[in-house]
């Protein structure tokens, strides 16, 4: 029976997603006079600074330039400016800040010092008039509308549909443009319920390894920290190829592991990988947004399938991590509830995290 | 009584780094070459690449390069080149391969891909005629003497004491190079034995987290994996700003946490946050390399100490996070014999993993 009625904040506001990335295609010529400015000033390398969250989209945009513009892409640690003043050389770069609340003094701090240091600065943030904005020379707003839960899910699907769209307007990538809209669509299928095998397993899991690669290890990041914060579950994300040196002696009988099958050069390791750990007695749980027949192998070897396709859109290689990561906010709303927690106000957490 | 025989490779081979340092010391010309190679580039960027405790290392690299030098430095994923073809930019870059073994074919074709494309390569290598050597134009050996466990101790502090060296030569840093000396003796040091408490927290534990910043994150990165590959622990590493943003929720009481706690600005954030978790109830395994005094608090509080300072040799903040991973490896080490496992052959773990 479908699951189309969210209890929480958390599950409405993923299946938000929808409307966010409709207004963000609305005004995409907010995102093509960005790309204009920066295609000018010919930068030598991006940077992005961000923390939680934010960072794991920061990681997504920064594989996704570096794969498709070739431009390198930093991703900054704060304390080298906020603790050490480093001499940090950015006069040809380009500085992105990403932070839902755009509050967090530790990254108001740093893009102003990269500003100050000769860096064009970027502030991606959804709360309007933040301090974030007011620090950097230009802003370019994710406009998810009100994030009600603690834990961040519309705004951070936002910034990695921006950068999506940063991409594929600075390449004029027609076909991606249409994937983007298709995306729309995809965000607002009908979630099913999560099969009670899989409830049964995360449930009682203290332990879990999230494993994607490249565009999808950025989700797997995300994901692995949602679950932490959600259900209080150690969950660690790991690429495909990292997990070979040595943490996959962890993956024993009855461990569970997810992991993230999209389309693209990874998917063919994904599926490997999932096999051989299902063959070793791990529980596996496939988050697929990908084409119907790839699943058939996993179904047959034992693999559990949570599908994040809805059959109809096709999803290209770059936004279906996208489409992966919306479905598991869903099942971990879900999830959280099962083990008697309330996903929308995780212990210890606050919206704005004070870091200096 | 401390205990001064070495009975695992790993722990002998942690041991060794006093010769290793003291070998590189004293060619330190090759450095000094590579340096001026390097100044004469003007490069505008840093690229690292590799894997597991090379990765690590590399991140101690990246990071003391931004801090002291201000030259952005990218962790490069190798997928963008092995299996995405991405069009980099990297023609005023200069790009450097960390491997122990200098035979895994992802790190091979990735240099060499960075090279024909106009970046500067350097193989940091400790196998001599290695095919990542082949690969790239220049060679940095660590010379850190044969390795016979698997899991990597001083190739990777190797590494790291190569790293030091190279910002100390390119800032004509006397004073970090006097402690580099001081560093030898540090190495030397009979190490105390773990206090019962520590090892019968530690060989219960399935879950820990590991916490540093700045310099020592890369320490805790490190930390964690080893504490994976040779104890089957699920350890994860965060830095004391990051692991504010939600993953906390998990550190109730009984749970161990270990955190490194070296000298500079992170200092007391680091200390801060241990009182803070030990009022939660957690196991807090402070281990340090620092001022004596500075233990005190830490005591009173009930965190459990491991002193990786042998109380005489003076510790800068650049050089005591390598001081603490040396005193670390030796621990896990112990606390392996203690859980039943063998350190020197984990589990599914080969000396070069096989990743394309």
Redesign the interface.
Known sequence: MPNTHPTTHMHREALQASDMLKGQLANIKHTSALVDVIKALHP??F?TVA???S?HAAHYFA?LV???????????????VT??H?????S??VAFGFSQSGASP?LVDTLTHLGEHGAQTIACVNQANSALEQAAHLSWAIDAGQELSV?ATKSCLGIMTLAAQFVAVWRDDQQMLEALLSLVDQFTHPVQSVPNRVLDVFGMA??VFVIG??LS?SIALEAA??M??TC?I?S?AF?V??V???????IEANYPVVVFITP???QQQLIDFSIEMRARGAHVLAVCATETHVLDSLVRAGVMILDAHDGKTPLCSTLAPIAALQRFYVFLSELALHRDMDPDR????NKV?Q?H
């Not at 431009?71 to 304390?79: G, Q």
């Not at 070979?244 to 962890?250: I, S, V």
């Open positions: 030598s390398s940077i923390r939680g969250s960072d594989y570096m794969q498709e513009l070739g431009i390198l892409t930093v991703s900054l640690p704060p304390s080298l603790l050490h480093a001499p940090l050389k950015v040809s770069s530790d834990a203290k332990r690669r490249g290890h920290l949602k932490k914060e209080a150690q660690e690429s190829a990292e070979r040196h040595g943490p996959m002696r962890l693209g050069p990874e995780p212990l210890y957490l995290t870091t």
